[in-house]
């Protein structure tokens, strides 16, 4: 069964560190993997896009990697901030699915001031 | 910026009842979803619709039905419900280039339907 996962389910971090989030996921043959931030009574707003043909994409503060071959993605957010503090979810679209996203269960991040 | 509107963004409703969750998006896009997310669950696809005209299963389609009823619009019915179905339900959409093509575009979110049945 094609699943993605995340861990840890949750992180506590001071403010201004560097941190990183991991994404891992069964089945190398991906169309792209998104990052998805959500907070609380929100809906999801993507973050970042990664193509299957790419290695990284940035937007400001966060860098999203993408190994295909170990299955692994990660989202590293530098310098961080109390209004990072939601959850991050990762979200695969595997060769096949007919172009459905498949969702990881998220990682809460909370950033303390 | 509209962008994916849902409505209601509350609704309690007893067991048998039906009601129907709306979902609009002003975005010109061609495809459209319906997510529920669950504690310790994850976001599940309920039913999605490629472009307009089409509907398919996704993973946890019994109990719902789905209309598309144009581009813009893409409505998700509970004909009876259940307590198991209490749930947040998102609405996402995003562009293809065709039925059978996909132009690597991210999926954009409404704010949800907090549906809790009794």
């Known amino acids: 069964k094609q699943e993605v996962t995340q861990i840890p389910a949750a992180l506590s971090v001071p403010e201004g560190e560097n941190l990183v989030l991991n994404c891992s996921f069964t089945d190398s043959a991906i169309y792209n993997l998104q990052w998805f931030r959500q907070d609380p009574g929100k809906g999801l707003t993507s973050l970042l896009l990664?193509?299957?043909?790419?290695r990284e994409q940035t937007s400001g503060r966060l860098n999203a990697s993408l190994d295909k071959s170990s299955g692994r993605s990660t989202l590293y957010i530098a310098a961080s901030q109390p209004g990072d503090s939601a959850t991050y979810l990762c979200?695969?679209?595997?060769?096949?699915?007919?172009?459905?996203?498949?969702f990881g269960k998220g990682t809460l991040l909370t950033v303390n001031p | 910026n509209a962008g994916v509107t849902q409505t209601p963004k509350f609704q309690v409703l007893k067991t048998g009842q039906s009601m129907t969750l709306q979902c609009a998006q002003d975005m010109n896009h061609n495809s459209m979803y319906w997510y529920r997310q669950d504690p310790g669950m994850g976001l599940r696809l309920i039913y999605y619709?490629?472009?307009?005209?089409?509907?398919d299963k996704g993973e946890v389609p019994n109990g719902y039905n789905v209309s598309r009823l144009n581009k813009r619009e893409f409505s998700l019915r509970l004909e009876s419900a259940a307590p198991s179905q209490t749930s947040v339900y998102f609405c996402?959409?995003?562009?293809?280039?065709?039925?059978?093509?996909?132009?690597?575009?991210?999926?954009?979110f409404g704010d949800g339907t907090r549906l809790s049945i009794l």
């Open positions: 996402a959409s995003t562009s293809r280039v065709s039925r059978t093509a996909y132009s690597n575009q991210p999926q954009h």
């Open positions: 979200a695969v679209m595997w060769v096949g699915s007919n172009y459905k996203l498949t």
């Open positions: 619709s490629a472009s307009e005209g089409t509907t």
């Open positions: 990664i193509q299957s043909s790419q």
